[in-house]
Structure formats: C-alpha cells, structure tokens
C-alpha cells in the first residue's frame, strides 16, 4: 500500500516535470540521464532502460527475454533499447556504452562473465546512469558501481542438487561427471562451488570429469560424447542447466544407453523441456532457477531512476522438483 502510495507520487512529479520540459523547450525528448532530484526520466514521463543481454543460449535464457519484454513496456511507462551480446562479453561491453552515449535513464544487463567491468561502469558512473545487474553477479572492488543485483542463489542451488545427489545416489560409490556452464560466470562457478561442498562430506561420491559445456544443448551433447568416450563408469551427469542435461540425453541415448537408468542427470533451471524429461524419467531431479526477472527489474528501475534508496541483493526464490513432482507442475508451467 505504501509502496503504490509513493509511485503515485512519483508519477505525479513525472508528469509535472514533463510540463515544464514540454513548455521550455520545443525539441522534444531532451534524452537526458536522469538522476537529477527525484523526476528522473528523460522529462517525458517514460523510463528510457537500455538492456543488454547475455544471449540466446537456453531455454531459460529465452523465458528471461520474454519476462522483460513483457514487462519493460510502453504501457508501464518505459522505453526498451535491447541487446543480444550472443554470449559475448566485448558485445555487451559495446552495448552498454552505446547506452551509455544515447543518455539512457537506466542500464540493465546480466553479465556474461563475472570479470572485467570496472572501466565501462565507472563511464555509467561518470554519466549519472545508474546500472541494475540482473540474473548474474559482477566482481568489482567499488560496489557503488551498481545500484542492485535482482538474481537466485547460484551456490544454494549448486548446493541444493549436491544434496539431492548425496541423499538419494550418494548411498553407494558413484562416478559424477559435470557439465559446467560458461567459464568464468556466477552461475558456473557458484554452481560448481555449492556443488562442491555438498558432497564433500560424501567418500561414496567420486567428480571423475569436469568441462564446460557454455549452456548450451549442443555444447552439453558434444562435450558427453567425449565423456562417454574417455569413461565407461559414469553413473551420474551433473548438468548446470537443464538444456546442457537435454543435450546429455541425446549422447547417452546415442550411446545406445538409458537415460535415467545406465547414467542418471541432475541440473538446474526447471524450464519446459527439462521439466518434460524429468516427468518422462530421463532427468532424475532439478532445482528451479526463476528466470522471470521482469516484474521485480521494472520496480527496481522506478525507484532507481527516482533516486530512492533500493536494497542492494534481492534473491529470487527457487523451487527443486523430483519426477513426481514434475508431473504435477508442469500443466501450469509457464516457461
Ligand atoms: O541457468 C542458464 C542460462 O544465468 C541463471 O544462464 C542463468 C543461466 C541459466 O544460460 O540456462
């Protein structure tokens, strides 16, 4: 009630600013960054945000494009500039500053890798537009580089699986091999390390193999056929998302293996297809990443670019599903 109280508001300033700007200058949007009192904007009302994203790589990747689009909207007061950095960290680079140069009120992106973005921050710094990390965390020595980070708990999620795996496979010697995710990202390196410590107290659990697989279904079936290659006693497939697991599927079945049965697959994210192989028995268990970032990015960019003081973490709540409770979830899926 107090949080609609206040937008109102806001709005209210909004539309005043707007007026003055309308009277005082004829040319229209002036594209400035906001950040000056408590209007933001770009002294028409609307929020220019300018998004850049990872890329195309999965299942979940898609659900969060989706989630913003339909969100970041005209109707809820924003103008969308969006990105697809194709997994690349100087594309997203370059998308940021070209923000950054058309003077958006608001910057937006989910960081391909943790490292490396101290210099094309502190330009958004130096340019009064405030930065809101979504889905994966940045490693930079000055946290005031960004305003908020909205995103799961990778490590708890990592650790949640390694659990899952020590309580129910972990009960007689197994063989893991794990599909990481993209090299040097927050959710490949959280993964791995919640992973890690969950099963460390476990002598029966044994990780034989190790690599990356970028995210992707054809990476994760591509680096399987060599697991499958280089070892004949693997029990268990550690995926860090459901489209590298998917992708494991189809190396194991071409193997003339069962999936489910001769090696078992447990990974994260709980998307559509994950969850239709968990339901049909070739995934044994998935812990829920929420990729529907959109709702809580747009509050965050109202109150950012009002100039109101923001929590700096908010952690998405994640579900965890075995096979049966895959079937039961998936009539209503949305992603
Ligand atoms: O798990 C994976 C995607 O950053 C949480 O990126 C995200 C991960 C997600 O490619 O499917």
Request: charge should be negative; charged fraction near 25%.
């Amino acid at each position: 009630m107090a949080r609609t109280h206040h937008r109102r508001t806001v709005l209210t300033a909004l539309s005043a600013t707007a007026l003055l700007a309308l009277a005082a200058c004829a040319s229209g949007s002036s594209g400035n960054p906001g950040g000056s009192g408590s209007s933001g904007g770009g002294g028409d009302g609307v929020i220019t945000l300018g998004f850049a994203q990872v890329g195309a790589e999965s299942g979940w990747r898609t659900a969060n494009t989706q989630s913003i689009k339909d969100t970041i909207t005209k109707e809820n007061g924003f103008d969308l500039k969006f990105s697809d950095a194709q997994q690349k960290q100087e594309n997203q680079i370059q998308a940021i500053r070209s923000y950054i140069a058309q003077g958006v009120d608001v910057i937006a992106f989910s960081p391909v890798v943790e490292s490396g973005w101290d210099a094309v921050l502190q330009e958004a710094k130096q340019a009064h537009i405030p930065v809101i990390l979504t889905d994966r965390a940045v490693d930079v020595t000055d946290d005031s580089l960004y305003a908020s980070f909205i995103g799961s708990d990778f490590v708890e999620e990592g650790k949640r699986v390694g659990e899952w795996v020590s309580e129910n496979l972990g009960t007689k010697p197994i063989n893991v091999v794990q599909l990481e995710g993209t090299t040097g990202s927050a959710p490949a390196i959280d993964r791995k390390k919640g992973f890690e410590e969950a099963i460390a107290g476990n002598s029966n659990i044994k990780v034989i193999d190790s690599q990356t697989g970028n995210f992707t279904r054809a990476e994760g079936k591509t680096v399987m056929e060599g697991f499958l290659q280089a070892h004949d006693n693997i029990d268990v497939v550690f995926a860090h998302n459901d489209d590298m697991g998917l992708g494991a599927i189809e190396a194991i079945e071409a193997a003339g293996l069962t999936p489910g049965k001769d090696i078992k697959i447990v990974s994260i994210d709980g998307v559509k297809d994950g969850m239709q192989a968990l339901a049909d028995g070739k995934i044994s268990y998935i812990v829920e990443c929420n990729p529907l970032l959109g709702p809580d990015l747009a509050d965050m960019a109202k109150k950012v670019v009002a100039g109101e003081a923001v929590d700096k973490r908010i952690v998405t709540h994640d579900d965890a599903f075995d096979q049966e409770a895959a079937k039961a979830a998936l009539p209503d899926r949305k992603y």
